[in-house]
Nanobody, 124 residues
Framework: QVQLVESGGGLVQPGGSLRLSCAAS????????MGWYRQAPGKQRELVAT???????NYADSVKGRFTISRDNAKNTVYLQMNSLKPEDTAVYYC??????????????????WGQGTQVTVSA
């Protein structure tokens, strides 16, 4: 009943910028943490950045000062502004959200949801 849809990936030259978006929809009561992860070929999925509903953020050391995560709570959307991109940023980027849903029986449940991924390629 919850879906995350990402957009904004593509091909960019080194030093360029891209902005990723991820919109959550469905039976959403509230969203606690939203974040971005990435997985390069042959590597494990790694955390890029997270943002809590109070606005506090956390970044991987490799992207600090270059990437900015933000969210629009009214739209249930999280963004990732990526500047000064490097070839090593090439990966599939996934959105993740911890979402609280209210069931028809009145109970609340919490679950982690992932988007389908969007390819980011940094190459000359």
């Amino acid at each position: 009943q919850v879906q995350l849809v990402e957009s904004g990936g593509g091909l960019v030259q080194p030093g360029g910028s891209l902005r990723l978006s991820c919109a959550a929809s469905g039976t959403i009561f509230s969203i606690n943490v939203m974040g971005w992860y990435r997985q390069a070929p042959g590597k494990q999925r790694e955390l890029v950045a997270t943002i809590v509903n109070d606005g506090s953020t956390n970044y991987a050391d490799s992207v600090k000062g270059r990437f900015t995560i933000s969210r629009d709570n009214a739209k249930n959307t999280v963004y990732l502004q990526m500047n000064s991109l490097k070839p090593e940023d090439t990966a599939v980027y996934y959105c993740k959200a911890t979402i609280v849903s209210r069931r028809p029986n009145g109970y609340y449940t919490t679950g982690d949801y992932w988007g389908q991924g969007t390819q980011v390629t940094v190459s000359a």
